[in-house]
């Protein structure tokens, strides 16, 4: 069994910081990517980011040069910083992981319960 488990989100004003993290947990033999989504109020899940095992990167063009997505491999755990928060982009914010357990050859795609994440004034 795996379980991701997000922290960090919360209420902050616009033009402000916020950062997440998510740390995945159990029968773990590997994690390939890591990223965020996000949903929206009568909207669908939406990419953020992502960051495979090597550190390379991609952002959805809405929050590039204001989000960095980082991992630790030796904690995994993956992480959100948001700067220049804007309204729009309020939401709950989803972990993700293609996770291979151990005793199996297979990854299988895991989800955090989310975060919600508010910029208002």
């Known amino acids: 069994q795996v379980q991701l488990v997000e922290s960090g989100g919360g209420l902050v004003q616009p033009g402000g910081s916020l950062g997440l993290s998510c740390a995945a947990s159990g029968s773990i033999f590997s994690i390939n990517a890591m990223g965020w989504y996000r949903q929206a109020p009568g909207k669908q899940r939406e990419l953020v980011a992502t960051?495979?095992?090597?550190?390379?990167?991609n952002y959805a063009d809405s929050v590039k040069g204001r989000f960095t997505i980082s991992r630790d491999n030796a904690k995994n755990t993956v992480y959100l910083q948001m700067n220049s928060l804007k309204p729009e982009d309020t939401a709950v914010y989803y972990c993700n992981a293609i996770v291979r357990p151990k005793a199996t050859v297979y990854e299988y795609e895991y989800w955090g319960q989310g975060t919600q994440v508010t910029v208002s004034s």
């Open positions: 960051i495979t095992g090597g550190g390379s990167t």
